[in-house]
């Protein structure tokens, strides 16, 4: 990772090893890549769901049939970062309700993308 400043010295952005090989090679489309006109929440061929930690609490409940209160969080990473109480990894899961959230793209800040699984409604628990 490169950090980009401009002519005052302000931080401008970041640049990855991803975006000098899109550079050189051309768009690099991987498996957690969306698409800027996609949805943020995706059905994946094994039924289970692949959404942005972005998307919004309402547009879940909507699309998933969930009953989650926007209360207290905006977003379902808001949601998911709580019942951890603490940034989880990669692979990590938790079980909210009825569904199994695990962690596939998270960085030292924040998360990006959970996979969601509808399960028997349980206890809630963290794995």
Same mark, same amino acid.
């Given at each position: 990772?490169?950090? #980009?400043?401009? =002519?005052? $010295?302000?931080?401008?952005?970041?640049?990855?090893?991803?975006?000098?090989? /899109?550079?050189?090679?051309? /768009?690099?489309?991987?498996?957690?890549? %969306?698409? =800027?006109?996609?949805?943020?929440?995706?059905? =994946?061929?094994? $039924?289970?769901?692949?959404? @942005?930690?972005?998307?919004?609490?309402?547009? %879940?409940?909507?699309?998933?049939?969930?009953?989650?209160?926007?209360?207290?969080?905006?977003?379902? $990473?808001?949601? #998911?970062?709580?019942?951890?109480?603490?940034?989880?990894?990669?692979?990590?899961?938790?079980?909210? $309700?009825? %569904? @199994? %959230?695990?962690?596939?793209?998270?960085?030292?800040?924040?998360?990006?993308?959970?996979? #969601? =699984? @509808?399960?028997?409604?349980?206890?809630?628990?963290?794995?």
């Amino acid at each position: 990772i490169a950090i #980009v400043v401009n =002519e005052y $010295g302000g931080m401008a952005g970041l640049i990855t090893i991803e975006d000098v090989l /899109e550079q050189i090679v051309g /768009e690099i489309e991987d498996e957690y890549d %969306f698409d =800027e006109d996609e949805d943020n929440i995706v059905l =994946e061929q094994t $039924g289970s769901y692949r959404i @942005k930690a972005i998307t919004e609490i309402d547009n %879940f409940n909507e699309t998933l049939g969930a009953k989650f209160s926007d209360d207290d969080y905006d977003t379902i $990473g808001g949601l #998911v970062l709580s019942k951890f109480g603490r940034l989880p990894i990669r692979d990590e899961s938790v079980i909210i $309700g009825n %569904f @199994k %959230f695990t962690v596939l793209r998270a960085d030292s800040r924040r998360l990006h993308i959970l996979k #969601v =699984e @509808k399960i028997a409604p349980e206890s809630e628990t963290v794995a």
